[in-house]
């Protein structure tokens, strides 16, 4: 059914184009839903990424309908790619008696509301709290693969919440757990083997950065904050070592090269920051992992000029993939009355993207 309305919206696309069909007639494509508009944006010359700023927007609202407080609605919607699949995991949380801001927690950047809440009635059957399950199932990707990691990791006598921390949004329990024993053999603490392996993409690469960086002298906790979740050990590392060779501390190294996959553009980024007169920590919390600086950089430029502090400026531009669409979602959240503490809170990226989480 789902395959067959995806074809129909796709062939009007097409004819729209094709008839050259205009728009604007009264109907915005952000009026549409998501899955309809995704489709359709093509056809009307709207990026897929400001329909995501706008589904943000209309998600706090719906949140709000709902009478949730603003800073719990700005918290559930935080880069909602999807509005109705957030609310209707947010629904479902409240039907299993469930506290609001539970529910929201679970919910916050949720790809499938079913899987969410299948994962998180599985946790529950395994009598897991409430707020453990919660912190388990929040933004996963497979309940199966989440459930089966936190069993195995519990197999090996972990504590709950190390498991649950370790396994939250795992793709891959296998490769999780094979991190996680390979790291526990360095005689790594158990709780810094699972924030190594959390998200781990690829124990080796993990394990390789981890063994690299404490070679160049980095302390334990310092090896763990800039390896975990890494998909590329060499790059994280080159551009560990070219941070200390420029003279920053090793943790401010470490924030700063966290995931990254472009040593370059981190370490631009970085400097043109300092340029702007950032603090250390500032330039790095926006430069984090950073794939395309000089969008970035203009996207925290044009945060400052609106009278934005440098910290909540890097809190809002860290991550994003387009400075107009960031900034879009912020002005019109600030058009709701939200302050600007809960605009950057609602559009900035989520921190479960970014491994900070």
Not at 188 to 194: F, I
Request: include cysteine; glycine fraction near 8%; proline fraction near 3%.
């Amino acid at each position: 059914m789902h395959f067959a309305l995806s074809l129909l919206c796709r062939s009007l696309a097409g004819a729209a184009l094709a008839a050259g069909v205009s728009f604007d007639q009264g109907v915005s494509v952000n009026d549409l839903p998501w899955d309809e508009a995704v489709v359709l944006a093509p056809a009307a010359g709207t990026p897929v990424s400001a329909l995501a700023a706008a589904d943000t927007l209309r998600c706090f609202d719906n949140a709000l309908a709902k009478r949730l407080s603003w800073d719990l609605a700005a918290g559930l919607c935080r880069g909602a790619g999807s509005g109705p699949e957030t609310l209707r995991c947010f629904d479902g949380g409240l039907s299993r008696r469930m506290s609001w801001p539970l529910a929201a927690d679970l919910c916050r950047a949720t790809k499938s509301s079913p899987d969410t809440l299948r994962c998180f009635d599985l946790a529950l059957g395994k009598r897991m709290s409430h707020a453990d399950a919660a912190g388990l199932c929040r933004g996963t990707g497979s309940s199966v693969e989440t459930i089966r990691c936190f069993e195995s990791a519990v197999a090996r006598r972990m504590s709950w919440s190390d498991a649950a921390g370790m396994c939250r949004r795992t793709g891959q329990s296998v490769e999780t757990l094979r991190c996680f024993d390979l790291a526990a053999a360095k005689r790594l603490s158990w709780s810094d083997a699972a924030l190594l392996c959390r998200s781990a993409k690829s124990s080796v690469e993990a394990i390789r950065c981890l063994e690299g960086a404490l070679a160049a002298r980095a302390g334990t906790q310092t090896a763990v904050s800039l390896c975990r979740g890494t998909s590329s050990s060499p790059e994280s590392l080159r551009c560990f070592k070219t941070g200390v060779e420029k003279r920053m501390g090793h943790g401010i190294a470490a924030d700063l090269c966290r995931g990254t996959q472009s040593s370059p553009d981190a370490i631009r980024c970085f400097e043109d920051g300092l340029q702007r007169r950032m603090s250390h920590p500032d330039a790095a919390e926006l430069c984090r992992g950073n794939r395309s600086s000089p969008d970035t950089l203009r996207c925290y430029d044009q945060a400052l000029s609106r009278r934005m502090g440098s910290r909540p400026a890097a809190d809002l531009c860290r991550g994003a993939e387009s400075s107009a669409d960031t900034l879009r979602c912020y002005d019109g959240a600030l058009a709701k009355r939200l302050g600007s503490h809960q605009a950057v809170e609602l559009c900035r990226v989520d921190a479960s993207a970014t491994l900070d989480d």
